[in-house]
């Protein structure tokens, strides 16, 4: 619906990280653009240490806003998109972070003025969101939703390894640095799995993701064939020996990057190996033998002992690029 239609400009909300930028500045690209753009003088809403986003979401959605604006990290988008699913109103994502793991996996611009114009222009496109259930150590249970990658292993270890100075002064590449110091180890890791009420099923693991997308940063195709809005999610163990199966996993990798290149993967789920194992499904189940970290869109989230994964598809609105009715 066009902001002409009705009596009255739409409204947005724009909920900010005050440490990824200065108010001010936020204020001026986001009220210029909607003043273009034909909507109300946005309500700037910020975060805080004890709420990354969900509470002022939640106001802004309570509030009648029909555009509801992320301007942060990762940490930021989950913690607005949990409280936007099912609501209809929809997402816009101002990268702000350094990773930026679902804008670039939807391939949304990272450039923080056409970023805001693709919110204000873009069409509509409904998108899964995953649930992880986590069991703590201690027997208690979290509930968190997550919209690019979870799991435990090398992701995780990426994310403990990364320097929070090299982040600030490199980037991106720091993260590069962690997955490095994140290889150690074979396959340590030993657990029970069942996938959609199947069989239980007993491995060991270096890592094992689910994902709603598919991309690490660097665009590392972990899973090449997860997309956010195919109704299911894509999981992968990491079963490599030292430093021969991590260069062969490398391997594998680029190959199913070249096949995306070249448009040439087909439906479904890449061809499993002995290092790198596939499946896809709803609902998964995990339970370790000792605890381990677990990470979700790019955030350590302590230790579990067991978690549970679901999917809910094309819960979430999210604004991309490209012509379409806002």
């Known amino acids: 619906m066009s902001p002409h239609d009705t009596g009255r400009s739409p409204r947005v909300a724009v909920i900010h990280n005050p440490t990824k930028i200065a108010v001010s500045d936020l204020e001026h690209l986001v009220t210029t653009a909607a003043t273009r753009h034909g909507w109300q003088t946005p309500l700037l809403l910020e975060t805080s240490g004890n709420d990354p986003g969900f509470g002022p979401a939640q106001q802004a959605v309570a509030d009648g806003h029909t555009l509801v604006l992320a301007a942060g990290g990762d940490g930021t988008v989950r913690a607005v998109a949990a409280a936007l699913r099912g609501t209809g109103t929809a997402l816009g994502i101002l990268p702000l972070g350094?990773?930026?793991?679902?804008?670039?996996?939807?391939?949304?611009?990272?450039d923080l003025p056409t970023a805001i114009d693709t919110a204000f222009t873009g069409h509509d496109r409904p998108i899964d969101v995953c649930?992880?259930?986590?069991?703590?150590?201690?027997?208690?249970?979290?509930?968190?939703?997550?919209?690019?990658m979870?799991?435990?292993?090398?992701?995780?270890g990426m994310i403990i390894n990364t320097d929070d100075d090299l982040k600030k002064r490199a980037r991106v590449l720091a993260y590069i640095v962690g997955i490095a110091k994140s290889l150690a180890g074979g396959r340590r890791v030993r657990l029970t799995w069942r996938l959609d009420g199947g069989r239980a099923r007993r491995t060991r693991v270096h890592s094992l993701i689910v994902g709603n997308c598919g991309e690490l940063v660097g665009r590392i195709p972990l899973l090449p064939e997860a997309a956010a809005d195919d109704g299911h999610f894509d999981?992968?163990?990491?079963?490599?020996?030292?430093?021969?199966?991590?260069?062969?996993?490398?391997?594998e990798l680029a190959r199913h990057s070249l096949r995306r290149l070249a448009r040439r993967a087909g439906p479904g789920t890449p061809t499993d190996s002995e290092l790198?194992?596939?499946?896809?499904?709803?609902?998964?189940?995990v339970r370790l033998d000792r605890p381990e970290v677990f990470e979700v869109d790019g955030d350590v989230v302590g230790e579990v002992s067991?978690?549970?994964?679901?999917i809910e598809p094309g819960c979430l609105v999210v604004r991309e690029a490209g012509s379409g009715t806002v």
């Open 98 to 110: 350094t990773g930026n793991l679902l804008a670039r996996n939807l391939r949304l611009p990272l």
């Open 131 to 148: 649930t992880a259930l986590l069991t703590r150590p201690d027997g208690e249970s979290e509930e968190l939703d997550f919209l690019v």
């Open 150 to 156: 979870a799991g435990i292993g090398i992701d995780a």
């Open 235 to 251: 999981v992968v163990s990491l079963r490599p020996r030292g430093l021969p199966g991590w260069l062969q996993i490398a391997g």
């Open 276 to 285: 790198l194992r596939y499946a896809t499904g709803t609902r998964l189940e």
């Open 306 to 310: 067991a978690f549970t994964v679901t």
